[in-house]
């Protein structure tokens, strides 16, 4: 017969505090880093199986600490309780199962000895005997191990000791394993834990991976909440036929809760020595990021020059109406970017953007003070800063009844590059009144405008005005109608819309030779520019017009309005030829029709997707452009896509380009990923990569190997050739990754993103 009985509250909350503080301990998985999404851990396992919670002892008051047994003696001389026989000690949510216990009564002492468990819920801890010391408040288990109850943090611990600040764990382990045998381990010969401090200490510490020791750490500290903590993070290993070996082991720096920093020493064996910061901060209106990188005397290079990148990112909002934002990047020499890659510009980039800027917003005026420099790659003219440029916008009136009117205004400042007695001065001012009407079935627009520029230029070119100025009006006239049906096919019911629509633009000639070219180029010319009111994107061309555009636009959705499919084609009519151009005779127009411009996108199902994209000259009956994609994607770890795409005529070249990207799951540990681009015009491959990953839930290898074009921007620029014979580089990457002790957020569809021409979706449906 079970005896119940109850013992004083001195101990109750202590006990809480204990296995609270196990806890912490149990969940605090290794070294800090930068907060990331971590790799799925295992499923929980029965290394210590879990315990059914014993029923509540009949009549326990709060607080108090009632005991169970199937034998009970008291003794009153010493005011001791001796149990035997299934012992349970309950207290709420923590309990205590034993073969023995004994309870003094006068001192507050609990010794139990036999198929110690102990739990609360969270933790579960087996052992040979458990103290606790009643006066003193503190708990000792011998021989114990631990598991958590949701996750697989578990190990082992020669003596665990507890008191109401702290837990020591002597001869312990700690892994995330579910083996008996596991993967990786971290043994110590002390681990302490305070209740008041966010990290953890470990003495004597050593790493086991596959039963060999990898590393030891004579001292060493851990977070015990999710705190960041300043730490080494995962090492990389990578290899190219230019850098030759790279080990990088990255250290981040947790400087306040609003601040951090990460430092990331790297070798290259062909190279050098490089060194990269990142620091980073959050303020309540302020945001931003600094990086540096550098590399001193290049090995690989003959003239062993100093290389470099540096990156500012910050904006700011000063008040409600006053922001500000700043976004630079600077490279040592063009081939920086292709050599070591950025996450702040691409391999196939021909331009580092540089901006800085300040708005200013009130009721309906817009000021803003800009500054823009574009670094362009390679053998091009210099181009121009804006430093700065000033603009005021005004919308004095919007009625009800569409009409509304606009003043635009803008003082820019150019200065060459490379040339300081190259600069000019432009002012531009634009009124324009429009009125605008929109019902589900009709949408129209007139709108009037006049463009007045003022330039003071000052250049080597004697064909450039020092002073000149243009004034143009500009009338745009736009209407579209739209269509709607409702039908059923195969007891589906779907909806379809056509809006075909229609614009005329007149903006008259103006000689506009002796105006030079500061941020102006010619705009693309798909299905959403035949409706554009210019060609040129800046203001130093402004192309003459008389022409109307005529196109047509129709789109299905399912009962669910999730669309299936897009159709959009579209050309324009010149009723005069355009004579402006750009730097020569290239961008005016002789033909009285543009490029038939064309879009299709649709959906089958949920998982296959094509678009294609199309400019045909139908007087030549060539495709200038064209790009389609096939696409197959249940998820992130199942899509593959086939791509192909045609330019004519770039830089006297034609370019003609296949390409396949996939990544797929092979069960539930391996996973591939690869890409390739292949180049018809020259038959060659441009680009490839391909990925390999095995992941358990312990530890995940991924393997990389890939082969791209280096374009060697410098050799480009002291050349006479146009371009440089294409040279290739080969390379490997290798990462190991330890669950459990750190983050690792990337994904091999990550690192399809960082080669050349990168992932992305080949259309995106409004759904």
Not at 34 to 59: E, F, K, L, M, N
Not at 102 to 129: C, H, K, L, M, Y
Request: proline share 4%; aromatic share 12%; hydrophobic share 35%.
């Amino acid at each position: 017969m079970k005896r119940n009985v109850q013992s004083p509250r001195l101990t109750a909350s202590f006990l809480r505090l204990s296995l609270a503080s196990l806890a912490l301990l149990c969940s605090a998985a290794g070294t800090a880093a930068p907060q990331q999404a971590a790799p799925a851990q295992c499923p929980a396992t029965d290394r210590i199986a879990a315990y059914a919670p014993p029923s509540p002892i009949v009549g326990m008051q709060q607080g108090s600490i009632g005991v169970r047994a199937d034998h009970a003696t008291v003794e009153q001389v010493g005011n001791k309780a001796n149990f035997w026989g299934d012992v349970e000690v309950q207290n709420q949510q923590l309990w205590l199962f034993t073969d023995q216990a004994t309870i003094n009564q006068a001192t507050g002492r609990i010794e139990a000895r036999g198929n110690v468990r102990f739990s609360d819920g969270f933790v579960n801890v087996t052992g040979e005997g458990f103290s606790l010391d009643g006066q003193n408040n503190q708990v000792e288990l011998r021989q114990t191990r631990y598991q958590m109850a949701t996750t697989n943090a578990t190990g082992v611990a020669e003596t665990l000791k507890i008191d109401q600040q702290s837990v020591n764990l002597l001869g312990s382990t700690f892994t995330t394993c579910p083996a008996e045998d596991p993967a990786w381990q971290l043994s110590a010969e002390r681990i302490a834990v305070s209740e008041n401090e966010d990290f953890g200490e470990a003495w004597n510490a050593k790493f086991e991976l596959f039963d060999v020791p990898v590393f030891y750490i004579p001292y060493f500290t851990f977070p015990v909440n999710d705190k960041r903590k300043t730490g080494l993070l995962y090492p990389t290993i990578d290899s190219s036929s230019t850098s030759g070996l790279e080990v990088s082991l990255p250290y981040y720096f947790n400087i306040a809760a609003n601040m951090d920093a990460t430092l990331t020493p790297s070798i290259l064996t062909n190279r050098g020595a490089m060194i990269a910061g990142e620091y980073r901060y959050l303020f309540e209106r302020q945001q931003g990021q600094v990086n540096l990188e550098f590399l001193g005397s290049d090995n690989s290079i003959e003239t062993r020059p100093d290389r470099y990148l540096w990156h500012v990112n910050h904006s700011a909002k000063f008040s409600d109406r006053l922001s500000g934002y700043l976004n630079a990047t600077g490279i040592s020499d063009d081939d920086y970017i292709n050599d070591f890659g950025s996450e702040f510009a691409g391999r196939a980039d021909t331009s580092i953007y540089r901006v800085a800027q300040l708005d200013y917003q009130y009721h309906d005026w817009h000021a803003q003070l800009r500054s823009e420099d574009y670094e362009l790659l390679g053998q091009f003219n210099p181009a121009f800063r804006t430093m700065p440029q000033i603009s005021l916008d005004y919308q004095p009136f919007q009625l009800e009844n569409g009409l509304n009117a606009r003043w635009e205004s803008e003082l820019t400042y150019f200065q060459n590059q490379q040339r300081g007695d190259e600069h000019a001065l432009r002012l531009h001012l634009q009124p324009s009144l429009a009125l605008a009407y929109e019902d589900p079935a009709f949408e129209g627009l007139a709108e009037a405008s006049m463009l007045y520029t003022r330039y003071e230029q000052r250049s080597p070119n004697e064909q450039l005005a020092e002073s000149t100025g243009r004034t143009l009006p500009r009338l745009r006239l736009r209407g579209q109608v739209n269509f709607e049906r409702i039908y059923e096919s195969d007891g589906e019911n779907f909806r379809q819309t056509l809006s075909p629509q229609i614009q005329y633009l007149y903006v008259p000639f103006r000689d506009q030779s002796d105006i030079g070219i500061y941020d102006t180029t010619l705009m693309q010319d798909d299905y959403n520019g035949l409706f554009r009111a210019r060609r040129f994107s800046g203001l130093d061309r402004v192309a003459e017009a008389n022409q109307v555009t005529v196109g047509a636009s129709t789109q299905l959705f399912d009962a669910s309005e999730h669309e299936l499919m897009r159709l959009s084609i579209g050309q324009i009519y010149y009723l005069e030829n355009s004579r402006t151009g750009l730097l020569d005779d290239s961008a005016e127009i002789t033909s009285s029709n543009s490029e038939v411009a064309g879009d299709l996108a649709f959906q089958v199902g949920r998982r296959w997707s094509f678009s294609a994209a199309i400019q045909y000259d139908t007087e030549l009956n060539v495709t200038r452009k064209s790009q389609t994609a096939l696409e197959y994607r249940k998820d992130d770890q199942h899509l593959i896509q086939l791509s192909h795409r045609n330019v004519s005529d770039v830089f006297t070249t034609d370019i003609e380009q296949v390409g396949m990207q996939t990544v797929w799951s092979l069960g539930s540990r391996w996973q591939v990923a690869a890409n390739v681009y292949y180049d018809l015009s020259n038959d060659r491959t441009n680009d490839a990569i391909l990925g390999l990953q095995y992941q358990s839930c312990c530890w995940a290898l991924r393997f990389s190997a890939y082969r791209r074009i280096n374009r060697n921007l410098e050799f480009v620029q002291n050349s006479a050739q146009p371009f440089g014979q294409p040279e290739f580089d080969n390379g490997i990457s290798l990462q190991f990754i330890i669950t459990g002790l750190t983050g690792d957020s990337n994904s091999l569809i990550d690192m399809l993103q960082k080669s050349i021409y990168g992932y992305r979706r080949p259309f995106y449906l409004s759904n």
